[in-house]
């Protein structure tokens, strides 16, 4: 050990190293190549998840939404074919019977899975746009950025019915002039007049919904066309620790027995889990960080093997130097240590560089991507990944070196002398 | 110094065993300057070789400033060979990365001398040889006979018991030669113990004492009146 600290070790290992400048050049770029790519790869693909991460931020990730349809088989005396109507009843009944969930908001719509969009009229600007049904708990399963002065749906807005209405950025711009303040603002919804509440952002990702909503509190909504308990579907959230596929089961078994629905009666409630999507998004994700270590490690491997290589023929060509040096004194664990010192530092300073010039790759990336509409969102390589790529060079470059090293003591000084 | 007795090596070359040394017995004292002679295939560079531990004899007893020399590893071949011996070879062997200041420096950090010690004394032996303006040159940047004085002054750095020269004007013209072996016989004037193997006979008469190696024996092994180089130089 103490070997390692003698500044002596290091001058004679730096004499070696700087006076055989080529060598050392085509050693240091194999390894550096090899962690370049490590690098740019791990951070690659961590910015492809921290993307993924970024699209799915605005809805819960173990949300889903459930509808009804058709029955296609007969049930309880009931024939098959039946239309079924969620109720927002059925809403109570999930929330009370599922632990497994944490928000449920029943939500009305219209022109977005069928009916016409509702009508807007503002002087003399017109526009058609979605229009939801809502709860102020939406919210919380999925988020709605709500502009500076404007608020959701509450539940005073329910209880009272109020004609207020959260439009989207689109018919703001729309609607209003550039310069006017929305709020308090009065536009007509199918012939009702009602009050803008709050401008919400548009995040994209994740969903039917577009920069065009209109949200009116459920209750409104339901005076407005007509529909008494009628729900379209229910947006649902489940605790973070909870299984999302099995809540997904639980919740359409209990609107099966609530709609007399054979239990077998796949058609009869339609269902789509963002928790599963979003699992198997991340674990594309996850897919393809796994790979691009493997890559990554089997290109530094490469690259540690090329070092191996070229120390092997350079012991080669210095067999009469090792000799030499063996005749004046070197112990065999001295050259052993000389050659296994010398791969382990090319190899150090090949990995640092490698790392510095990825990193910065992944920075400019980073840089150039910004604004870009592809889940790519800051590219960083972790820590622990780093220091992992250090220690496995370190470990390399000694078994490399080991090669080479067995093998300049295995020659005999005075074969090595002999040498021409 | 040295005592050599019984000494045999043979190799085995495919089938047949080359006995190369067939028993020799001879004696080195200190301060002596001895030519070892022969005609190639003689035996002289394998006992220089087994003298300088760089070799190892099949049988006999070697002893070097009282130390019996036997069962060595390498690594003990190595601390003895930095402690005891200096070398010289006809090739010089100076390590063509290192200048001049370092090549001599080198015996010294296997000796872990620090480094600043290294140098004084690396300049100082280089100063003995004439050539300390040249210090930080490269050897390929020396003349054949600068290169053997380096590695004299390397050789003697260690301060070793024995100086092995091996040829060493064997890749010189003759003027450098006896230059070389001006250079020797001062060393030798100054109390140091020197071996030099040589097939040239004006090379052996410079030194005090002949040992002539014919098929792996001593056949002649006399004193004679040394020839001082500096009378050609």
């Not at chain 1, 023929?313 to 005749?327: D, F, M, Q, W």
């Not at chain 2, 007893?61 to 010289?88: Q, W």
Request: contains cysteine; proline residues 3%; aromatic residues 8%.
């Amino acid at each position: 050990m103490r070997f390692l600290f003698d500044s002596n070790t290091w001058q004679e290992i730096f004499g070696s190293i700087g006076k055989n400048k080529t060598r050392t050049i085509i050693t240091i770029v194999g390894v550096l190549w090899g962690i370049f790519i490590y690098i740019a790869l791990a951070g690659s693909a961590k910015g492809l998840d921290n993307g993924f991460e970024k699209e799915f931020q605005s809805v819960a990730m173990n949300s889903m939404f459930v509808w009804a349809m058709r029955t296609s088989m007969p049930y309880d005396g009931y024939k098959t074919g039946r239309s079924l109507q969620l109720k927002l009843q059925d809403a109570e009944t999930i929330k009370n019977r599922v632990p497994a969930i944490q928000y449920i908001a029943p939500r009305n719509a219209k022109g977005v899975f069928g009916g016409e969009k509702a009508n807007i009229v503002r002087g003399q600007k017109t526009g058609s746009y979605a229009i939801y049904g809502d709860f102020p708990v939406y919210t919380k399963i999925s988020t709605k950025k709500i502009y500076d002065g404007g608020r959701f749906i509450n539940d005073e807005d329910i209880e009272q019915s109020r004609k207020v209405c959260v439009i989207g950025e689109r018919t703001q711009k729309e609607l209003f002039e550039k310069d006017e303040n929305p709020i308090g603002g009065y536009v007509r919804v199918d012939n009702i007049y009602f009050q803008v509440i709050g401008v919400h952002k548009y995040t994209p990702g994740g969903g039917f919904e577009s920069d065009g909503d209109i949200f009116i509190p459920f209750t409104t909504y339901k005076k407005l066309y007509n529909t008494g308990n009628n729900v379209d579907f229910f947006s649902i959230a489940a605790y973070d620790d909870a299984d999302v596929v099995k809540a997904e089961a639980d919740v359409k078994a209990i609107l099966k027995s609530e709609h007399h629905v054979d239990p077998k009666d796949e058609r009869a409630f339609g269902s789509f889990n963002l928790g599963e999507m979003f699992g198997k998004i991340m674990g594309f994700a996850r897919g393809m960080t796994f790979m691009s270590l493997v890559v990554g490690i089997a290109t530094i491997l490469a690259g540690v093997i090329g070092i191996g290589n070229i120390l092997l023929i350079s012991v080669k060509e210095r067999t009469k130097e090792l000799g030499v040096r063996r005749a004046l004194g070197a112990t065999p664990k001295e050259v052993r240590s000389q050659i296994i010192l010398e791969s382990v530092f090319l190899t150090m300073v090949a990995g640092i560089m490698g790392i510095i010039l990825g990193a910065g790759v992944l920075k400019l990336v980073g840089y150039l991507t910004k604004d870009i509409d592809m889940p790519y969102t800051n590219p960083t390589v972790p820590i622990p990944y780093v220091i992992g790529a250090l220690l496995i060079m370190v470990i390399l470059g000694t078994l490399i070196g080991l090669i080479p090293a067995q093998r300049a003591v295995s020659i005999k000084p005075i074969d090595a002398l002999r040498e021409e | 110094m040295i005592e050599i007795k019984n000494l045999h090596k043979s190799y085995k070359m495919g089938s047949n065993t080359l006995h190369v040394l067939k028993g020799i017995n001879f004696s080195i004292d200190e301060g002596e300057l001895v030519a070892i002679m022969g005609s190639s295939g003689s035996g002289k560079s394998t006992l220089l070789n087994i003298l300088g531990m760089l070799d190892e004899a099949d049988s006999g007893d070697y002893t070097l400033d009282g130390v019996p020399i036997k069962n060595l590893d390498e690594t003990k071949a190595a601390k003895y060979r930095n402690k005891f011996l200096g070398f010289v070879f006809q090739s010089f062997n100076l390590i063509n990365y290192k200048s001049a200041m370092e090549n001599v420096a080198l015996p010294l950090y296997y000796q872990k001398v620090g480094r600043k010690e290294r140098q004084e004394k690396a300049l100082k032996y280089l100063e003995q040889v004439g050539l300390k303006e040249w210090a930080g040159h490269l050897p390929s940047e020396l003349s054949g006979g600068q290169k053997q004085r380096v590695a004299i002054a390397r050789a003697m750095a260690a301060e070793p018991k024995v100086l092995l020269a091996d040829e060493p004007t064997g890749a010189l013209d003759s003027k450098t030669s006896y230059e070389v072996m001006d250079l020797i016989q001062k060393i030798n004037d100054a109390g140091n113990t020197i071996l030099v193997v040589t097939h040239e006979p004006d090379i052996a008469n410079m030194c005090k004492r002949i040992v002539h190696l014919k098929d792996g024996v001593i056949v002649e092994d006399k004193k004679i009146k040394q020839v001082r180089a500096s009378a050609y130089v």
